[in-house]
């Protein structure tokens, strides 16, 4: 008994401290944005960041990348008293989606991710997706994101682009693609050039006040990486 209750006090202290760390993404976020907010908390060994995208009248929410720990990232969403509308998923590797099947044991909703990761996702384990394509907007609850993909870190990997009518409130989701101080990693011989331009032509032509929310580590703006990109 007294090991279980252990065990039982273990596990809410692990829930009180996810919960203060989302507490506090939502707080550092909270003077960009009006309406929709974003809550983030970091995930498994590669420390990659998930996003919590929700509207805080309707509190209806789509999940970015839930890299690990799928039970604690549905706890969360309960304990915010999130609707989730969706999971979306920027590209196929395991630390931006081990914790979905633990994810959807806990919370019934839809899988969108890349289709041109779909054998990568399988290969993984991850099966019951919606394929989404380059360019595409999708429609979910009262959310409008657009998918733009940039391929090298793999086949598919995509942004999600969410504009506001006020452009200093939009917000991308960048995944692998870019960082606040890098570009991710490619595996060919010249896929990092094509990646580099991929990010020049179709990301660095949103707005500048755009905050970038990327797949690890601190998010940034347009402008602030414009300046760093700009001496590659």
Not at 128 to 157: M, W, Y
Not at 174 to 195: N, V, Y
């Amino acid at each position: 008994m007294c090991s279980d209750n252990r065990n039982i006090r273990g596990k809410l202290i692990m829930i009180a401290v996810s919960a203060i760390l989302f507490v506090c993404a939502f707080d550092v976020n909270r003077p960009l944005y009006s309406k929709t907010e974003v809550g983030c908390t970091i995930v498994g060994s590669l420390e990659t960041n998930c996003y919590f995208l929700y509207d805080d009248t309707t509190k209806k929410a789509l999940i970015i990348d839930p890299g690990s720990n799928g039970e604690k990232l549905a706890e969360l969403t309960l304990w915010k008293e999130l609707q989730v509308c969706a999971v979306l998923i920027t590209h196929g590797h395991d630390d931006h989606t081990s914790g979905l099947p633990e994810f959807l044991e806990k919370i019934d909703c839809p899988v969108y991710a890349p289709s041109k990761d779909s054998s990568l996702l399988e290969s993984n384990g991850i099966r019951g997706f919606r394929t989404f394509k380059n360019d595409e907007t999708l429609e979910i609850a009262d959310f409008r994101i657009k998918v733009i993909e940039v391929p090298s870190h793999t086949k598919g990997a995509s942004a999600f682009f969410l504009q506001s009518n006020d452009t200093s409130a939009s917000k991308l989701f960048s995944g692998d693609i870019l960082f606040a101080d890098a570009i991710g990693k490619t595996w060919e011989p010249g896929d990092d050039i094509r990646e580099l331009d991929g990010i020049r032509e179709r990301l660095l032509v949103l707005p500048d006040s755009t905050v970038v929310y990327p797949g690890h580590g601190k998010p940034s703006t347009i402008r602030e990486i414009k300046v760093w990109i700009a001496k590659w």
